[in-house]
């Protein structure tokens, strides 16, 4: 019994989303630890927010008594 010498790989390429290149497996899914400390940075620094839901103090326009 001969095996199959193309090895399936466990996850597909995709593109690294910081710069376009092909990911690596070792930084999933960046192509390099560098783009991998950018986009933490992103999120530490708070450029990338997850919306959450709007309260109602905060909707512009109202008055107090909510006109």
């Not at 010498?5 to 290149?21: A, Q, S, Y």
């Amino acid at each position: 019994m001969s095996a199959d010498p193309k090895v399936t790989p466990l996850r597909p390429k995709r593109i690294c989303p910081e710069c376009g290149r092909p990911s690596d497996r070792a930084s999933y899914p960046f192509c390099s630890p560098r783009c991998k400390a950018v986009d933490l940075n992103r999120w530490l620094s708070g450029t990338y927010v997850i919306p959450g839901p709007v309260s109602e103090e905060a909707l512009p326009g109202e008055d107090d008594d909510g006109r």
